[in-house]
């Protein structure tokens, strides 16, 4: 099998175009990851995401973790075979959503449901409130059992509105455990016969100073690539793009970067602008089961009126099942009765549309006209 390599093909200012091999397949960038979290993209059985174009998917560990349990997945052989996906896994290690039970949340006895220790995380279920302690350590033992061609480091990650001395503390764990989960990676063989890449993550909410540090500790450390986590948690469209700007002198060029949880068309390629090549977000399945869909001409909801006769498709030109073969009138009225084909539909059209954005991202970078079609997209999507 393959093992993990990043080649950077071509640049258009500072937006790259580029392909990552693991041992089950390609993926060409900028890519967008559908998320599937469980072990499952809402929804969607494994051969519509593949069909729709997805080169790589994204799933868990907190979740996967907690349900059905990583002795589970190895029983199976791993995630791929557990959820059938034939192409390339990125879990994430967990360590938002642990940490994002702390954010404000608290027993019965107003304590917080998260406990900070220099060597991990104790933490309760938010589905049954038992006690768990996460590290280093058991996070890269967990990804190892799943399987996923790309893990990330265990981090701490804090709220946006946390407090400079917090935000370093949380920088400077981040830091030592990078550094553990590296050297525990590197002890643990892969389970299954393939590499496995492990990706650290750069910390620091948007504090400058803690940005530059973190990202050039990060970048000297030996991970196969590298993640800017800690944003798009609260803070402006502005902020975001000055911390990306202040990163990305920081960031190794040969390594992919991987902004994690953006996933808004406009933030993508402020992004992309700024020299990240992949990214990952709930939002094409959240918002499709919602009834909202993305087109090039902007969003639609198809719970409006307007649409209840509409015979057209969602977006002409798209070449996704849902527009292929059914009227907006229909998939509104699905909507409408919580039917799960409408919902279905919906999500498979946004994961499309976000395929088809990726690709024209990738085709302006080989033809240097990033920018021109940035300015268009973003006119016609706004307008």
């Given at each position: 099998m393959e093992?993990?390599?990043?080649?950077?093909?071509?640049?258009?200012?500072?937006?790259?175009?580029?392909?990552?091999?693991?041992?089950?397949?390609?993926?060409?960038?900028p890519v967008f990851m559908p998320v599937g979290t469980r072990a499952s993209v809402k929804t969607l059985a494994p051969y519509e995401v593949k069909d729709?174009?997805?080169?790589?998917?994204?799933?868990?560990?907190?979740?996967?973790?907690?349900?059905?349990?990583?002795?589970?997945?190895?029983?199976?052989?791993?995630?791929?075979?557990f959820m059938n996906w034939g192409g390339p896994i990125l879990t994430d290690s967990g360590g938002f959503q642990v940490f994002s039970?702390?954010?404000?949340?608290?027993?019965?006895?107003?304590?917080?449901l998260v406990h900070i220790k220099e060597d991990g995380v104790e933490f309760r279920s938010h589905l049954d409130g038992s006690k768990h302690f996460f590290t280093p350590?058991?996070?890269?033992?967990?990804?190892?059992?799943?399987?996923?061609?790309?893990?990330?480091?265990?981090?701490?990650?804090?709220?946006?509105?946390?407090?400079?001395?917090?935000?370093?503390?949380?920088?400077?764990?981040?830091?030592?455990?990078?550094?553990?989960?590296?050297?525990?990676?590197?002890?643990?063989?892969?389970?299954?016969?393939?590499?496995?890449?492990?990706f650290g993550i750069v910390q620091g909410v948007t504090y400058k100073d803690l940005r530059v540090e973190s990202a050039k500790y990060i970048s000297s450390l030996d991970f196969d690539g590298v993640a800017i986590g800690g944003l798009a948690v609260g803070e402006?469209?502005?902020?975001?793009?000055?911390?990306?700007?202040?990163?990305?002198?920081?960031?190794?060029?040969?390594?992919?970067?991987?902004?994690?949880?953006?996933?808004?068309?406009?933030?993508?390629?402020?992004?992309?602008?700024?020299?990240?090549?992949?990214?990952?977000?709930?939002?094409?399945?959240?918002?499709?089961?919602?009834?909202?869909?993305?087109t090039y001409d902007g969003r639609l909801n198809l719970l409006n009126a307007k649409h209840a006769a509409d015979l057209g498709p969602i977006e002409k030109g798209c070449d996704c099942y849902a527009c292929q073969n059914f009227s907006r009138s229909y998939i509104s009225h699905l909507t409408r009765e919580g039917e799960v084909l409408g919902l279905r539909l919906a999500s498979l059209h946004n994961l499309r549309f976000m395929m088809r954005f990726m690709g024209d991202i990738r085709k302006s970078i080989k033809n240097n006209e990033f920018q021109v079609f940035r300015k268009s997209f973003i006119r016609k999507f706004e307008g």
């Open positions: 093992k993990f390599s990043f080649t950077l093909e071509k640049t258009d200012g500072k937006a790259r175009l580029g392909k990552i091999t693991t041992a089950h397949g390609e993926i060409e960038t729709i174009g997805a080169e790589i998917i994204l799933g868990n560990t907190y979740h996967l973790y907690l349900r059905p349990g990583t002795s589970i997945i190895k029983k199976h052989g791993g995630l791929h075979r039970l702390g954010f404000g949340a608290k027993d019965k006895s107003g304590k917080s350590k058991s996070v890269i033992q967990m990804q190892k059992e799943i399987g996923a061609d790309i893990m990330m480091a265990f981090d701490e990650c804090a709220p946006a509105d946390a407090s400079y001395d917090y935000a370093r503390d949380a920088m400077d764990r981040t830091h030592r455990w990078a550094k553990e989960c590296i050297d525990v990676h590197k002890k643990i063989k892969p389970i299954y016969g393939y590499e496995q890449a492990l402006s469209e502005k902020v975001r793009n000055e911390t990306l700007d202040t990163v990305e002198p920081y960031l190794p060029k040969d390594k992919p970067r991987y902004l994690m949880g953006v996933g808004f068309p406009q933030d993508i390629l402020n992004a992309v602008e700024r020299g990240v090549d992949m990214f990952d977000c709930v939002l094409p399945t959240r918002l499709g089961r919602n009834g909202t869909v993305w």
